[in-house]
T-cell receptor
Framework: NAGVTQTPKFQVLKTGQSMTLQCAQD?????MYWYRQDPGMGLRLIYY???????DKGEVPNGYNVSRLNKREFSLRLESAAPSQTSVYFC????????????FGPGTRLTVL | SQQGEEDPQALSIQEGENATMNCSYK?????LQWYRQNSGRGLVHLIL?????REKHSGRLRVTLDTSKKSSSLLITASRAADTASYFC??????????FGTGTRLQVFP
């Protein structure tokens, strides 16, 4: 039982490049989330998926797209990376949306030059 | 921003001392959660307190909630070096999303 897994762990991009961050959970959770964490800012919600087949914007969605591929997987795409997207990205899942306990992956550290 | 705020931003104590950190939030809630983050790792859920509860315990953790003041506190008793981490409170925003505060960095010296 791996919980929430994320790939890659580290990534360096040049401005304008694209990439997809992968997230998978094996807890049969309905809801999944993508956050970014910047120094002194705590976590900010980028997008979330309350259930398979649905996605919604969070607090800071600009510059990102998501895909809920199936119940297990939720990917985050940067179409044209910008230095402002340098951050640590965390994926999380919960049994249901809202105020349920969330389980976090180990994070992806992304640097955009 | 709907984020809550933790206070203090940083706290340094000796092993064996108690650590208290506070969280203030802006909207009405149905529960408040506390999470811990070790350096370079993801967040780990510690405890959840519902809006109709005033105090909750879990091992060395004690959480209080004052909905009239929109605030919560997390007390770690008899702290250990392994408690060194950042601690975040989280509240519900717009009925379906958790919003995390900016965190308290706790350093416990042996």
């Amino acid at each position: 039982n791996a919980g929430v897994t994320q790939t890659p762990k580290f990534q360096v991009l040049k401005t304008g490049q694209s990439m997809t961050l992968q997230c998978a959970q094996d807890m049969n959770h309905n809801s999944m989330y993508w956050y970014r964490q910047d120094p002194g800012m705590g976590l900010r919600l980028i997008y979330y998926s309350a259930s398979e087949g649905t996605t919604d914007k969070g607090e800071v969605p600009n510059g990102y797209n998501v895909s809920r591929l199936n119940k297990r997987e939720f990917s985050l795409r940067l179409e044209s990376a910008a230095p402002s997207q340098t951050s640590v990205y965390f994926c999380a899942s919960s049994s249901t949306q809202g105020s349920d306990t969330q389980y976090f992956g180990p994070g992806t550290r992304l640097t955009v030059l | 921003s709907q984020q809550g705020e933790e206070d203090p931003q940083a706290l340094s104590i000796q092993e064996g001392e108690n650590a208290t950190m506070n969280c203030s939030y802006k909207t009405s809630i149905n529960n408040l959660q506390w999470y811990r983050q070790n350096s370079g790792r993801g967040l780990v859920h510690l405890i959840l307190i519902r809006s109709n509860e005033r105090e909750k315990h879990s091992g060395r953790l004690r959480v209080t909630l004052d909905t009239s003041k929109k605030s919560s506190s997390l007390l770690i008793t008899a702290s250990r070096a392994a408690d060194t981490a950042s601690y975040f409170c989280a509240t519900l925003w717009n009925t379906d999303k958790l919003i995390f505060g900016t965190g308290t960095r706790l350093q416990v010296f042996p």
